[in-house]
């Protein structure tokens, strides 16, 4: 497998910072508020420092972007993306759907993603070319291709709202076999499971969606932006199985595919 390296690598150091954060999360944390309004705490902060650290002596030649502030410039033309804990609220309620997420971008293309959920002990992992896997098993997508028949998860309603047509929420909403929302990381988890059907996003920032890109080519699903391009900072996402991907085109009024 052409990354190899890397995603032993990469299962490793998420692995890790998955354990620190536990620690934290057993404990009990307290939470400061960052200037957009989310939470951080400083499990954040140290898992971050933790994967960081390990990258830099692993691929020093490799750039780094983390949602908690680390950068550096890579000189290789790959970054890796860092979210040390995506569902921060879900970490400090004490509720167990949060995650580490690492993901590798070589130029324009992102060829690796995983998301680790502690408290579940369960990874879920890609890498280009080489299939998608939750815990040694092939991710498996639902076969549901009727909208009726879909279960729909929402991660952000009023982002959501704000980013795609309203009335073309509204109807999927009403139309739709049910509604969810389990947590943005999780909810991906669950359509790789083919557990719900769609994933419908109206706020992310690239550390998020670059897993989940990785993840959703390498298990087959489609991944789309209301432009009809599959990039990883449009600050929204559409996931689902191809069998129902026509559809929501043409009722979220997506354009003719245009990948990067």
Known sequence: MQYQKELES???????????????????IAAEEKSDGSPVTAADRECETLIGRYLSETFPDD?????????????????WLIDPIDGTRDFVRRTNFWCTQLALQVHARVVLGVIYFPCLDEIYYAAAGA?????????????????????????????????WPENSVRY???????????????????????????????SGEEWDYAPARILAEESG???????????????????????????????????SLRMQ
């Not at 991906?188 to 083919?194: E, H, K, T, V």
Request: glycine share 12%; net charge positive; hydrophobic share 40%.
């Open 131 to 163: 299939g998608c896997f939750c815990n040694e098993t092939r991710a498996h997508l639902s076969d549901v291709s009727q909208l009726n028949r879909a279960i729909l998860a929402v991660s952000g309603f009023p982002s959501v709202w704000h980013m």
């Open 63 to 79: 750039g780094i972007l983390g949602e908690e502030g680390t950068f550096r410039q890579t000189t290789s033309g790959r970054r």
């Open 221 to 255: 699903a489609t991944f789309l932006l209301r432009d009809g391009s599959d990039r990883i900072n449009g600050k929204h996402c559409l996931i689902c199985p191809p069998a129902l991907a026509d559809e929501l085109r043409r009722v979220l009024v997506i354009p």
């Open 172 to 202: 999927l909403t009403q139309n739709c076999w049910a509604v969810r929302g389990y947590g943005g990381c999780y909810d991906i988890a669950m359509l790789l499971r083919g557990k719900c059907d769609i994933w419908l996003s109206g």
């Open 10 to 28: 990469a299962l490793d150091v998420t692995r890790r910072a998955g354990s620190l954060a536990m620690r934290f999360f057993t404990e009990g």
